[in-house]
């Protein structure tokens, strides 16, 4: 192959945008000369290769689209020190049917037990089967949905953000209290999304300490647990903080001393 037709091969590569075939079509085509391949194998193996490198591009692209603020998985928890995390339940969650039968995901237990890993971690297996997933804290979702009812801009960024994902991933709920108008908007969150989509939530209080997160209005929390929890997967975790046991190993907090 001369000079010439490299140039026009990665020409019409780039105008078809076949990334991949510009970039493996040399070797693929030493392979086979080398295994004497048919024409009709040389053209297979190159276009499963621009398959295969479209198809990781693309779960890139669902990751960096989520939001994650870091990646975790289900292979990295640690269910050894997490004896009140149920295992064989969460597991069942990863083959994600949940996500198909737009069922939601509420993850509860103190602070430190891994609520928020196992919620990334889903939601990051959703993103490598090409779902769309999105990762906000309620704080940053009620900011941003607050921003846009100022700038005229509600039903765009509710539409686009909230309601557009196949999972919706809401963390640390109850951290914070919520005035009025923000429990409002947390309501229309959870009632828009109900049977159209699915929510993973974390929260480190009780369903029965909801109401006072949520301004201490018992009917809007009543009717948002009602849809919330119709169709849902509820997984209570009990446990030490995994925080305060890296914390304990690094020296950096004592152990207390048992009074005698």
């Not at 939530?201 to 919330?228: C, I, K, P, V």
């Amino acid at each position: 192959m001369n000079a010439l037709q490299h140039e026009q091969i990665q020409m019409l590569c780039d105008e078809l945008k076949l990334q991949s075939v510009a970039e493996q079509y040399i070797d693929l085509a030493q392979q086979a000369a080398s295994t004497e391949s048919s024409y009709i194998s040389f053209l297979t193996d190159i276009l499963k290769h621009e398959r295969e490198a479209r198809q990781t591009r693309s779960r890139h692209t669902m990751v960096k689209m989520a939001g994650f603020p870091a990646i975790k998985t289900l292979d990295d928890y640690d269910f050894k020190f997490a004896t009140g995390a149920p295992k064989k339940t969460i597991m069942t969650l990863a083959d994600l049917a949940f996500i198909e039968r737009k069922e939601n995901v509420v993850l509860l237990g103190p602070s430190g037990t891994g609520k928020t890993h196992l919620a990334i971690a889903l939601g990051y297996l959703a993103t490598q089967r090409n779902l769309k997933v999105r990762f906000m804290t309620a704080a940053d979702m009620l900011l941003q949905l607050e921003t846009a009812q100022r700038q005229g801009r509600y039903e765009e960024v509710l539409r686009r953000s909230i309601l557009g994902p196949s999972l919706l991933v809401i963390d640390e709920i109850g951290y914070l209290p919520l005035a009025r108008e923000q429990s409002n908007l947390f309501f229309q969150v959870i009632a828009k999304r109900y049977e159209s989509g699915s929510v993973i939530l974390t929260s480190n209080l009780s369903f029965g300490e909801w109401e006072q997160a949520f301004g201490g209005n018992t009917a809007l929390t009543s009717a948002m647990l009602d849809r919330l929890l119709h169709h849902s997967h509820v997984i209570q975790i009990r446990g030490d903080s995994y925080r305060l046991r890296e914390k304990l190993k690094s020296g950096v907090v004592k152990k207390p001393s048992k009074q005698a």
